[in-house]
């Protein structure tokens, strides 16, 4: 008996918390005059804000920053100018981080292939040093700023030691 009132009460508590669908469509428009569809809806008519995803009650949004809260919607003339600088800033944001990506993904691109270059014009001049008879020490030291030098010694190489 303790057992099923115990599960009675559970769900009593926790029944209303469960995901119902919606029975029919419905949208909520915010200051700025945006539209969008609620996606969760529970019993009793809570439902998940679409504009700040903050659990709304059926009455509306109660979340002060949502541009979609009752506070908004009641002072619409006041709060819509903030709304807008703050979408316009959001937007300025989000298209200062792309450029920045975009710069990244550049500068990264550039790295390698230089990286691609250096690698591919030591070999050819290790192999030229090699065919000469240089030393291979001596030819690539200079490399990547300046020209090789194929130098042959008569004994070990001096830059050895360092």
Not at 39 to 63: I, L, M, Q, V
Not at 121 to 144: K, M, T
């Amino acid at each position: 008996m303790k057992l099923g009132l115990r599960k009675s009460r559970l769900r009593r508590r926790y029944g209303r918390m469960t995901q119902m669908p919606l029975p029919f469509n419905r949208s909520i428009t915010n200051v700025l005059g945006e539209s969008r569809q609620i996606e969760k809806a529970y019993s009793g008519g809570d439902y998940n804000c679409p504009f700040c995803n903050y659990a709304a009650k059926a009455s509306g949004c109660e979340n002060p920053i949502c541009s979609a809260s009752l506070n908004a919607l009641a002072h619409a003339e006041t709060a819509r100018p903030r709304f807008e600088q703050y979408q316009r800033e959001h937007e300025a944001r989000l298209a200062e981080e792309a450029r920045r990506q975009r710069d990244r993904e550049i500068s990264k691109n550039y790295y390698e292939e230089s990286r691609k270059a250096q690698a591919t014009r030591q070999n050819e001049v290790e192999q030229e040093a090699h065919r000469r008879g240089a030393c291979v020490r001596c030819a690539i030291a200079p490399l990547p700023y300046g020209a090789p030098k194929f130098v042959k010694h008569r004994g070990a190489c001096p830059k050895a030691g360092r």
